[in-house]
């Protein structure tokens, strides 16, 4: 994570829960399923705050493979990855529109902390 | 570092002189130093040999006989190389020690000891994670494979046994 | 099929034992996720885009009506009421979570399945040919022989952390429909001039970023010798395989880089030390393997099938499907059914749980219950006696699984993608289902002919579209999706690298391109000519500059 190039700002932090594997968004204070509640960073300072929240969350066996995301606000101030393969993994796969968040299923069975 | 063997915790009672002129009863030397070591033994100390998962088990061989042990490096857990060198000596006879050395998961020892292993050498941090028990437990955690030649028992002869008890 | 005995049995339980108390070891910080991760891969267990994956063996391509309704089941409880077959015949789930992981392994044990090795640098799934047993071309079953090697490779304590993945293929035939090329080891059943039963071994093949097709180190191998010397093949590759590189790990660049003939003679070496009857399987051993794939009882009957004959004359569509779906068995009165699960517009190699159980059902009463799935990603049922296919078909046509295109254009393989893989670059499946649409039309279909494209998302080639015979390749090109698009590749036994034709396209204009190939093919060709043979008469030439050419559609 750490060694990882920092991808332009605006950025979130996403991961994969480790034991349910859904797709997992940093709040500011816990992990959701839902992308719209992720806490986006604008400045260097937010963005080094998430990478920080990334490497606690990895090393307390929480979540894994979790790296930041840039993304363009839409019009509910929410973020959408710029990167196709982001927006798939944020949305679901798209050639199943009735499965994944899309379609308001969620894989997880906690929330993680 | 911690050892450990197929019954647990292990006093490590090598001591490493790479250049092997340490005045100990066992010493364990770098391989490049090996000639050297057994050429000067004249103390009668059992001599050892640490290697890198590169060294041809041939290069091994004109020396089997007068070593006690060797101890094959694992640079990474999966890097599976000293396996195949542990099988490689233990054909050519060698009987004395085998030593895994390095960063092994605890699920690969009961694989280390079917290819020839005795024991292995774990880096602490790696010790620290992985206590002792979960070693043991691994180890018998498969109670018969496939394969002939890697350990006393296998599927296969377990087979042949059950077909001639039925005859 | 082969049955499980308590050896057999015992080591499936104590592998999910052994599963479930590493998944606890992870959880509590005993294994980093660095070290774990090989272990759930080697246990099936991806990290994919949305949620974990699980990939079951399915080995050599043999299942029971009773395992894949047991599938069914797992599709239902722990996902999301489909699975996915892939090119190397394994069954995948999509949305599994880790911790229902041991529970699906214990409901698979139950059926003798596993998903042991199923991924990891460690000796995968053996495939074999899918009308092994039924085809009348076949020298000897290729089956024991890839039971024996799946025994013998299962937690294999010297080939478990080799440099790299290493997949090895049996055909028994002299056509070769398992694609042995392609593999690392690829293994042909043959007759020497005495009449021996023996092996040709054929090395270093692979797709993947380098594509190469393997080649003959021994041409006849005794079938006594064959543990051991797989046992130094594999000897020689973990001790001499390149790690400093994942992308030159695998066998075939060792291969390429010291040549066939030395890596031949380094094998042979290592072979001449080792005590060959002390790791051969006893003969007793191997009969007992080879017992459980006899022929089955088959009836005898009329190669003229008077109800089939009178079916096909009543309706059309049966006519089509039987025609195109149908392959020739090597005992009167029967047919090895192809059920396509390309139907148009679905995800290639895609199947419900509620289609999975009609299958089972039909292969329980019409097949002597057992199925193959095939590297294309379809099913076949091995044993139907013609008589019964009409009832056969009709069933798939409620089911929506009788489409009659095995074999032809819309018959298209395809690997999951970005839709649902983590290493994509593109997605697959909406090409398949774009180009399926295009060329749904059944006539059509059938003018074009024999016809195979094969679809990857990325160049780890799982869609093996080097070897389609028109390839197409997911990319990022920009920002956006890119599909390159290679001609001529072949899978069989005169296995061929496909050539690419230029530039990469968007996804919006592969269709055209595809189409613009095909038109090519159909104005040129002779008399009976393929599509494959006609690119091989052209070249690549004629072909490439209808790529070329852009469409000048109207705005
Ligand atoms: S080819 Fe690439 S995208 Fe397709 S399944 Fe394999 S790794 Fe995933």
């Known amino acids: 994570m750490s060694t990882a190039k920092r991808p332009p700002l605006p950025v979130i932090l996403l991961a994969n829960d480790l034991l349910d594997g859904e797709v997992v968004f940093w709040t500011g204070t816990h992990w959701s399923p839902e992308p719209k509640d992720a806490r986006i960073a604008h400045d260097d300072a937010s963005a080094t705050a998430l990478e920080g929240a990334a490497a606690k969350a990895l090393s307390a066996n929480v979540v894994v493979d979790a790296y930041l995301v840039d993304i363009t606000t839409d019009a509910n101030g929410h973020g959408v990855p710029n990167h196709y393969r982001e927006k798939i993994k944020t949305e679901g796969p798209s050639v199943r529109r009735d499965l994944g968040k899309q379609a308001g299923l969620y894989n997880i069975v906690r929330s993680g902390t | 570092m911690p050892l450990l063997d197929r019954n647990g915790s292990k006093l490590d009672d090598w001591t490493i002189s790479e250049d092997g002129t340490a005045d100990a009863p066992r010493i364990l030397v770098a391989f490049e130093h090996l000639k050297d070591a057994l050429a000067g033994n004249g103390r009668g100390r059992r001599i050892g040999v640490a290697i890198a998962n590169t060294v041809k088990a041939d290069a091994l061989a004109p020396f089997l006989n007068d ?22 000596l233990r054909h050519a006879g060698f009987k004395g020690t085998l030593r895994a050395a390095g960063p092994l998961i605890a699920d690969q020892f009961a694989y280390a000891l079917a290819c020839g292993f005795d024991e292995i050498d774990l880096p602490q941090a790696q010790a620290a994670r992985q206590p002792v028990e979960q070693w043991v437990h691994a180890a018998a955690s498969i109670s018969n494979t496939y394969q002939r030649g890697f350990g006393a028992e296998n599927i296969l002869d377990a087979r042949h046994a059950a077909r001639l008890a039925r005859k | 099929m082969y049955r499980y005995d308590e050896f057999d049995a015992r080591l499936v339980r104590e592998r999910v034992a052994q599963f479930r108390d590493q998944v606890a070891r992870r959880l509590d910080g005993s294994l980093s996720e660095d070290e774990f991760k090989p272990l759930r891969l080697k246990n099936g267990v991806y990290l994919q885009l949305h949620a974990y994956m699980l990939r079951i063996a399915v080995p050599y391509g043999t299942l029971s009506s009773r395992q894949l309704r047991q599938l069914a089941l797992i599709g239902e409880k722990y996902d999301r009421g489909y699975g996915h077959f892939t090119t190397r015949t394994n069954m995948q789930f999509n949305w599994p979570r880790l911790r229902d992981v041991p529970e699906i392994l214990d409901l698979l044990a139950d059926v003798e399945m596993h998903c042991i090795q199923t991924s990891g640098n460690c000796i995968r799934n053996v495939t074999a040919d899918h009308f092994a047993g039924i085809a009348a071309d076949e020298i000897e079953d290729p089956r024991p022989t890839a039971e024996l090697i799946r025994q013998w490779s299962s937690l294999h304590p010297e080939f478990d952390y080799l440099p790299r993945k290493f997949k090895i293929a049996v055909t028994g035939a002299e056509h070769d429909r398992a694609v042995v090329r392609a593999h690392d080891i690829g293994l042909r059943i043959l007759r020497n001039a005495k009449g021996e039963i023996g092996y040709e071994v054929m090395v270093g093949g692979g797709l993947g970023r380098t594509p190469m097709i393997a080649k003959t180190i021994r041409s006849f191998l005794p079938k006594a010798d064959l543990l051991a010397y797989l046992e130094a093949v594999l000897r020689v590759y973990n001790l001499e395989g390149r790690r400093d590189n994942k992308y030159k790990a695998r066998v075939k660049i060792m291969v390429h880089e010291i040549g066939a003939e030395e890596f031949a003679r380094r094998v042979e070496a290592e072979f001449a030390r080792l005590d060959g009857p002390a790791i051969a399987a006893d003969p007793e051993e191997v009969a007992r393997i080879a017992a459980y794939f006899a022929s089955p009882a088959y009836e005898t009957l009329p190669a003229r099938a008077s109800g089939f004959e009178a079916a096909k004359a009543e309706n059309r569509a049966f006519a089509t499907w039987a025609s195109v779906n149908l392959f020739t068995h090597k005992v009167p009165g029967y047919a090895a059914a192809v059920i396509s699960l390309k139907g148009i517009g679905d995800a290639p190699g895609d199947i419900t749980s509620a289609q999975m159980r009609v299958v089972a059902d039909l292969a329980e009463t019409y097949s002597l219950d057992e199925l193959r799935i095939t590297h294309a990603q379809n099913i076949v049922l091995p044993y139907v006696k013609k008589d019964d296919l009409f009832v056969v078909s009709q069933t798939l046509v ?27 670059t593109a997605r697959s499946i909406p090409i398949a289902q774009a180009l399926a649409h295009r060329f749904a039309d059944e006539k059509r279909q059938l003018e074009i002919g024999e016809l195979n494209i094969k679809i990857s998302g990325c160049i780890n080639a799982c869609g093996h579209h080097h070897v389609g015979h028109i390839g197409i390749l997911g990319l990022e090109k920009s920002g956006q999706e ?63 500059a209808a790529f070329l050419e852009k469409t000048h559609a109207p705005a």
């Open chain 3, 398 to 424: 409620e089911v929506g699984l009788a489409t009659a295109n095995a074999g032809l254009i819309t018959d298209i393989i395809a690997c999951p993608g970005l839709d649902y893989c983590s290493l994509a």
């Open chain 2, 67 to 88: 070593i006690d042990l060797v101890s094959i490096a694992f640079p990474a857990y999966g890097d599976g190389r000293g396996f195949s060198i542990a099988k490689q």
């Open chain 3, 482 to 544: 890119s599909y390159q698009i290679t001609l001529g590749g072949d899978a069989t036994e005169t296995a061929a690298i496909g050539e690419i034709l230029g530039p990469g396209v968007p996804a919006d204009d592969v269709p055209d391109a595809i189409e613009r190939i095909v038109s090519v093919y159909l104005a040129q060709r002779t008399s009976g000519e393929t599509f494959i043979e006609a690119v091989r008469r052209l070249g690549l030439a004629p072909f490439k």
